[in-house]
């Protein structure tokens, strides 16, 4: 059963454009939302995160926005840099747990 | 300050073997999760421990187990291991929050099983 998916495995955009990722999520349960990068066999880095209380969170040049009706959120990276490349993993933890459910990874190519 | 830190990054066991593998927190995070990456189950939670109890498990068998220390640095073990336990370790921690806190991720352990 698998609660949080990311339907496109690869996504492949050009240098200055913007880069969307999508997730979608089926517990109701879930009330935090982060997004990782993460390259091979190396720990994920921490990109951003909503809270569910919220629709929108931005640091710098990348945005999440969360539409709770649609149990979707979306990683904008605007605008997209090389060094941007790598698999893009959403997760979502419920209310009351540090338990990281994870999507199944974009992996994201930033082409010059 | 310094981040999560894993030992050892990369180690090779026989089936059979058992292995330890250590995590040392965020200085000042009380929560520390035990996450699995292979590339057909994903990354998959363990387990977490707060204050040195397991708050949380995930859906793995008994050959899988942790401990956490009250410096809140922590271990887990796998014992009798299988071929299939080849993967990424990935350790977590957290400041001890129950929701609501970024979770961050360690380098990872490399466990290679032949």
């Known amino acids: 059963d698998q609660q949080v998916k990311q339907n496109s495995p690869s996504l492949s955009v050009q240098e200055g454009r913007i880069s969307i990722l999508n997730c979608d999520y089926t517990?109701?349960?879930?009330?935090?939302f982060l997004w990782y990068k993460k390259y091979p066999a190396e720990g994920p880095t921490f990109l951003i995160s909503?809270?569910?209380?919220?629709d929108k969170n931005e640091d710098g040049r990348f945005t999440v926005f969360l539409n709770k009706s649609a149990k979707h959120l979306s990683l904008h990276i605007v605008p997209s840099q090389p060094g941007d490349s790598a698999v893009y993993f959403c997760?979502?933890?419920?209310?009351?747990?540090?338990?990281?459910?994870f999507g199944t990874g974009t992996q994201l190519k930033v082409e010059l | 300050k310094a981040g999560v830190t894993q030992t050892p990054r990369y180690l090779i066991k026989t089936r059979g073997q058992q292995v330890t593998l250590s995590c040392s927190p965020i200085?000042?995070?009380?929560?520390v999760s035990w996450y699995q990456q292979t590339p057909g189950q994903g990354l998959q939670f363990l387990f977490e421990?707060?204050?040195?109890?397991?708050?949380n498990k995930g859906n793995f068998p008994g050959r899988f187990s942790g401990r956490q220390f009250s410096n809140s640095r922590s271990e887990m073990n796998v014992s009798t291991l299988e071929l299939g336990d080849s993967a990424l370790y990935l350790c977590?921690?957290?400041?001890?929050?129950?929701?609501?806190?970024?979770?961050?991720f360690g380098e990872g352990s490399w466990l290679t099983v032949v």
């Open positions: 997760a979502a933890s419920p209310r009351g747990g540090n338990k990281l459910t």
């Open positions: 977590a921690s957290k400041s001890g929050g129950l929701s609501g806190n970024t979770i961050y």
């Open positions: 517990n109701s349960m879930f009330d935090y």
């Open positions: 421990y707060f204050s040195e109890t397991q708050r």
């Open positions: 909503i809270s569910s209380i919220k």
């Open positions: 200085s000042g995070h009380r929560s």
